[in-house]
Each structure stands twice: as C-alpha cells, then as structure tokens.
C-alpha cells in the first residue's frame, strides 16, 4: 500500500527502510549531521504548502525523522531546497541530486566539501527513498 | 574595428631577429573569432603544415581573443598553438593566468613566432618597445628559478617561460606562465625550445581595447557575475578546485587507476581528493586575471618526506595522474611531482601516463631495474617516480625514452607496450575514463589535437554540471554508460565548447554562466550581433578547419578508435561491464559532422562554412 509523500507515516517507513538496508550502516560511517530537505510549494501539484522535512543520520544510524516547521529546517546541518517537481526527479533517479545541484535545480546550505567526501552515504540514501512505495502528491486528489 | 581587438598582430622571424605588425580583416575575425581557431586559419593560409614540428619552419602562435582583456569574468585566457612535436598533427593548448589580459594591453591580439635563433633569446615586448635578447645565462634553469629572474627588476612583466624539458625538446614540454599557469598539451614548450625561445615576457601600456557597446557589457557583466555567486559549480570550484572531482569521480567511473586498469578505490580517492587538499594543504585559492572564481590551488607541505614550500598546487588532472593513475595514495608526492612538472616544464598528465606506462612493464619484467638505473618502479613507489621525472625532463637513462610521452616510449620500447598506452592519435588521454562516459569517448576520438576533455563541453554536459536545453536539445541528466543519444551531445558541445578557446573564455565560467549571458557579453564587446546559431556555425568552422588540417596531415577514419584497453571493460567501479557502442557513436557523429567514409569534411559543408581554400587543398 502506497504511503502518502513527505507525511510523518512516510517519513516513518523511510527511516526504517533505511534501518533495513543491509549496506547503508557501513556506507554511511562516517556521516555526521542532521540534513532538512525543504520543498517548495507547487500548487498544480497539490503542493498548496512549503513541505519541511528533518532527517537525523549519525555514523551510520539514524535518529529523528519528522516532519517539520522551517525553524527547525533551518537548524539542520545541511539544507537542501528544490522545487516538488525536481525532487520527484530525484526519487524517481531522473535526476542525480548532485547534477541537480550543480545545475542550480536544487540549493544545498551547508559543508560543500563534506557532502562531496561523503557521496557514497548522498547516493545510497537517494537510493533507498526510491525503494519506498510512495504515493505522490500529484498522482492523487 | 571590430570591438575587442587590439588591433594588431606581431609577427617575430627569429632567423633574422626581424619583427614587424600585421593586421586582419574584420571579416575575417567575424569568422574565425581568435584563439586557435584564427591561428588554425593563418597556419593554413601562410605555413607549411609538412613542415617538421621542431623545425624553424613550424610557426608558434600565442593567440588571444576578443573577450580577454575586457574584464568579463574567465577572459584571461590565451592559446598556444603549432604543429605538436608529441603527435605530429594540429596542437593547440590554452592557459589562463595572466599573459592573455596583459597581451592586449600591450597592444596585440597575438603573437606569430617564426624560424629559429642561433642562440637563446627571450622576446620582450615591454612599454611598446620591443626587443630580441641573449638568454644563454637562463638557458638550463628551471621554469620556478628563470620567471624570478626575468621579473626581478618588475613584478608587473608577465612572462612565458620554458624549462629543461622544452630545451632538451622532450615532446611532452609545457610552458609556464607566471610559474602557476601551463599550456601543457601536446608539447609545445618543445617547440619554443626548438627556437631557442626561453621566454616572451609582456608589460602593456596601450590600455584597454574598445568595446563595441559600453553600456550592454555592463549589464552583462552585472548577470554574469550573479550566476557565478549562485553558481555551485563555481562555489565547489573555489572550495575544492578542479580536484572536486576526485571523489565524484571515483563513484562514477570517471577516475582511471591503475593504468586504467581498475575502478572503485574509494580510500585512495578520499586520500587525494579536494577536500583533503583543503583540510590539509591549501593555504589559499588563487585566481587568474579577472576571475571571481579562484579555483587554483596554492599549498605548502611543511611535514614528510616531500615537503613543499607554498605554491602552486595540482589540478584534479595531475591527482589522478599521479596518484590513482600510479596507487599513490600520498597527496604529499603528488604535490611535489606536480611542481617537479612545474619546474621542469613538463605536461604531468603525458609525463604520468607515461610514467604509469613504465610502473606496469615494470611489473610486467619488459622493464628492469637495471634499465631503470636502480630504481625500484613498483605501484605507488613515489620515491622512484620523482627521480624518474626528473630524468624525463633531461632525458637521463631511461627518462629518455619517455620524455616523448607514452605513445613515442612504447613504440621504442616495442612489443606490446602499446596496448597499456591510453591515448587517441598520439596523444595521452586526460584522466576521464570513457567506459564511465561514453560521450566522452567519442569526444576523445573526435578532438582535433587527440584525445583531449578541453575542445568542446562534453565533461559539463554528460556529466550534468550544466544543462543548456535553451542552446540545443539536450535532456538534465545522462547516463554515463550509454552509447545512444551521446553523438549528438558530443557533437553540440563540441561546437558550444569549441569556442572557449576562441573567445577566449574559462571553461569553468562558461559552465557557471548562462549562454545567453556569454552570447550577449561576446556582442557587447565585438558588435558582431551573433545570435546562437551564429556562434554554433562558428564552432563548426572551427572544428572542420582544424579537421582538415589533420586531413591534410594524412588523418582519416582510421585514426578515430578508442584504444584496446578502453575497449576492455572493467570488473569493479562505476565503470564495471561498460565499454563505448564506438560503431554506433561514430555512425550518428560522422552524419551530423558531415563526414564522408574517409572521415573527411564533405565538399558541400566546406562550401556553407565558407571553408573554400580547405576545400580546394582536400578536393584538388
């Protein structure tokens, strides 16, 4: 059964497909910070609202998964901003979030060279978020 | 006058000890640009292209182009270009720095150097005056050592300077702008050695050139200098510089290692890596003329056995060369094999891959200790490879053999040394693996000075740092290991990116900026009134010409493969299992170039290009 997106429920069931992974632990060793992806809205896509979403990862485990108001976005170590469109690209892996990023379609506030070092951990977790069955705003009313 | 141009050209015969100016056409520059393209068209026009490259009949050509010299963030750029003593056809090598800006301000679009001087000599054009003087008290100092002393009595002379390398004619040598910048490609520091040119040294005082439209360069200026602040492209360049790369690189596939014979070594590529060079080494970043960017590195080992006092550090080219490329896992030996290269006058990617060569025949027992005069060549013994560099640049021992690059080492060397030689047309390949990106494949058959990443955009595009679906039809994001769609990618960018070494612009900020912002930059500066296809046809004069003076030189389709050893895929990295459809890549490309089956531009596209004296030599 498809999870709405960027719901708490959703933002749940990746937390624990992560957990899941049988790779991401080791992958992810060395990562260090919370990251907030904030989605900007689109009301075409029945994104009515800004979406913040705040994600917890430490040497490997993971911690508060919650969506979220933009104080707290703001608080994240890293901060990666888009438009609901570019982010389904994402997901879907039509869109490399780093390419995404270097052609400005996504803004990152935070350590550059950090992400950069640790673009193994960037790409396995873009990798899990497509396994998890999601129902997107706009494939639904 | 066409805005942006000094106005003039110097032409110096050494021979004689004669210079005098020359002028070109407005039409003519409305064609051709600058940079290389325009020096391509004199060469064809005015020299003999048979001509053996180190002989005094091979012209030096120092080109700039409209663009430098205006202020507009990238333009500081110039072009080296000759016939390559290294792979016998069409070089050309761009550099930033400062020479290209300092060059107008002298009062020239370019320099033609011609013939060769008894004794060595170093060109200065200084205040409008200028002179031909003995060097025979430089000749033999290093690169680091000559540029101090030729700047001694004036920091603000600009200077252009050979090594050892380039003076013992090794046809891998660079020349050294100001000790950081390096037109390294293809050997040309041999050529200027060949004249017994030390150094062309440059101090203006004719101001700025004119521009066509004050007012709109302004304005253009004002975005461009907006997209590059929000540009993070541009931010990770000023944060990490060029070695950015490293650690993206490695997931993809695009790092070589180990003689492009392995993929996935993610702890060696976290050890040389931009961001280690940042924590570690970097005292600054450095910027060349005009560049709000600053991605040059300036570093300082202070600990180990390689020290280094602070200077100018290795680009991602050079970390893989020597590092990856060899299993160094030591930022600290690569750092100082890239200022041994500096010193010298070497290129460090045909001087590592040629190095890289002689570590795996080394393995291979094809060569010895002995031959090697003791030293003990295994992967990642940096210790050697120094001693080595140097014996490259005064081509001691077996430095000898490869200080012509890997293609000249393994062709003397023999049997199947060839087969570990990655390179297209005589040149060495730069250190982007093909079987990660296919596109870059074809571009390295396709590149008109061998297989080369800085003729067209294909590293920006099919790697996704830009996308510029207003310029031509191109998706946001590529598969690297795909063959299908890639030709006509390549083929656009290859006429986008070929005018980068017109203009002349910065690759990085063309890829930071909008196209509409540059094509607008490059008409308020000129008054040309290019629209996008004016600059699109423009790349394709340039690409055709160069093509037909390689097939002038007896290039065809034959030359354009990829090596054996690309054409062997890989079982680990993000490359595993991938190698080029090069079949399916050339068909579409030789349809879309308008190549016929020999590989030669077809009559009818010379005649749109308005390319009839190639024409007429190609179909006589």
């Known amino acids: 059964m498809p999870i709405k997106a960027m719901t708490q429920e959703w933002m749940d069931a990746y937390k624990a497909a992560i957990q899941a992974d049988p790779d991401y632990r080791n992958i992810a060793k060395d990562w260090e910070g919370s990251v907030a992806l904030v989605v900007n809205p689109d009301p075409s896509k029945n994104v009515p609202e800004p979406i913040y979403l705040f994600m917890d990862y430490w040497h490997g485990d993971v911690g508060e998964f919650v969506v979220c108001d933009k104080a707290k976005a703001e608080s994240a170590r890293f901060v990666m901003t888009g438009d609901y469109a570019r982010w389904k690209q994402v997901a879907f892996k039509e869109l490399d979030a780093t390419k995404a990023l270097l052609q400005g379609k996504l803004k990152m506030k935070g350590d550059l060279p950090y992400v950069v070092r640790n673009i193994k951990t960037v790409n396995k977790v873009i990798d899990i978020l497509g396994k998890v069955d999601t129902l997107w705003p706009d494939d639904h009313k | 006058m066409a805005g942006g141009y000094a106005g003039k050209f110097l032409r110096v015969d050494l021979s004689k000890g004669s210079w005098d100016d020359f002028t070109i056409a407005d039409d003519v520059l409305r064609q051709y640009i600058g940079g290389s393209c325009l020096a391509a068209k004199l060469f064809l026009e005015r020299y003999p292209i048979e001509a053996d490259p180190l002989s005094p009949e091979n012209p030096l050509m120092i080109m700039t182009g409209p663009m430098v010299g205006s ?15 290294q792979t016998g ?25 011609e013939g060769r001087s008894e004794k060595p000599v170093v060109l200065s054009i200084i205040d409008s005056k200028i002179a031909l003087s003995d060097a025979s008290s430089l000749w033999g100092k290093d690169i680091y050592e000559a540029t101090d002393e030729l700047k001694a009595a004036d920091r603000s002379i600009k200077a252009l300077v050979i090594g050892p390398a380039g003076e013992n004619l090794a046809r891998i040598a660079a020349i050294g702008n100001d000790k950081g910048h390096f037109s390294g490609r293809a050997g040309l520091g041999a050529v200027m050695g060949s004249k017994n040119l030390k150094a062309v040294l440059v101090k203006g005082n004719a101001g700025k050139a004119p521009k066509a439209d004050d007012d709109a360069f302004k304005t253009a200026m004002k975005a461009a200098m907006q997209e590059i602040k929000e540009s993070a492209l541009a931010e990770g360049l000023h944060m990490m510089g060029s070695d950015a790369n490293m650690d993206l690189g490695m997931v993809t596939g695009d790092v070589p290692v180990k003689n492009w014979t392995s993929g996935g070594e993610f702890d060696l590529a976290n050890s040389l890596s931009g961001p280690t060079m940042r924590e570690k080494y970097l005292t600054k970043a450095h910027a060349c003329t005009n560049c709000p960017i600053a991605c040059k590195r300036v570093v300082k080992v202070e600990d180990g056995p390689y020290t280094a006092e602070e200077g100018p550090g290795p680009e991602y080219e050079t ?3 020597f590092g990856t490329m060899l299993m160094n896992p030591d930022l600290t030996a690569v750092i100082k094999a890239n200022e041994l290269c500096n010193r010298y006058g070497m290129d460090t990617i045909s001087c590592g891959s ?6 795996e025949l080394f393995e291979k027992g094809t060569v010895t200790k002995e031959q090697l005069d003791g030293l003990d060549l295994s992967w990642g013994r940096m210790d050697s490879v120094l001693e080595l560099v140097k014996k490259m640049a005064y081509r001691q021992g077996f430095g000898d053999i490869l200080a012509d690059g890997a293609v000249h080492a393994a062709r003397r060397i023999g049997g199947d040394a060839i ?20 596109g870059m494949g074809l571009a390295y058959m396709m590149s008109n000075r061998g297989a080369c990443h800085l003729q067209h955009f294909v590293l ?7 996308s510029w679906p207003q310029l031509f039809d191109m998706k946001d994001d590529y598969q690297g290991t795909t063959s299908e769609g890639k030709a006509a990618l390549v083929y656009n960018s290859e006429n986008y990116g070929i005018l980068a070494n017109s203009l002349a612009i910065c690759h990085y ?6 196209p509409e912002t540059l094509r607008d930059a490059f008409n308020a500066v000129t008054g040309f009134g290019f629209t996008f296809t004016d600059l699109l046809s423009t790349g394709m004069r340039d690409w055709t010409l160069k093509r037909g003076f390689n097939n002038l030189l007896g290039i065809s389709k034959k030359d354009d493969i990829l090596p054996k050893r690309i054409m062997t895929a890989l079982d680990t990295g993000g490359a595993a299992g991938s190698v080029p459809d090069v079949d399916l890549l050339l068909k579409e490309y030789y349809e879309l170039r308008g190549l016929d089956e020999r590989g030669f531009p077809k009559a009818e ?7 009839d004296d190639l024409k007429a030599r190609l179909y006589q």
């Open chain 2, 460 to 466: 920006a595009t099919e790697q996704g740092m830009a």
């Open chain 2, 71 to 85: 202020g507009f963030p990238g333009t500081s750029r110039f072009s080296v270009c000759a016939k390559s003593p």
């Open chain 2, 354 to 359: 040629a190095v890289a060569l002689a570590m």
């Open chain 2, 319 to 321: 970390c893989a060369v």
């Open chain 2, 509 to 514: 900020v063309a890829y930071s900026i909008k």
């Open chain 2, 605 to 611: 596209i010379l005649a749109v290009l308005g390319l």
């Open chain 2, 89 to 113: 056809i069409w070089a050309e090598s761009a550099c930033g720095g400062t020479f290209g800006p300092e060059l107008k301000r002298a009062g020239y679009d370019g320099i033609v150097i």
């Open chain 2, 419 to 438: 087969d570990a030689v990655v390179h297209v047309k005589g040149l060495e390949a730069p250190m982007h693996d093909p079987r990660g990106f296919h």
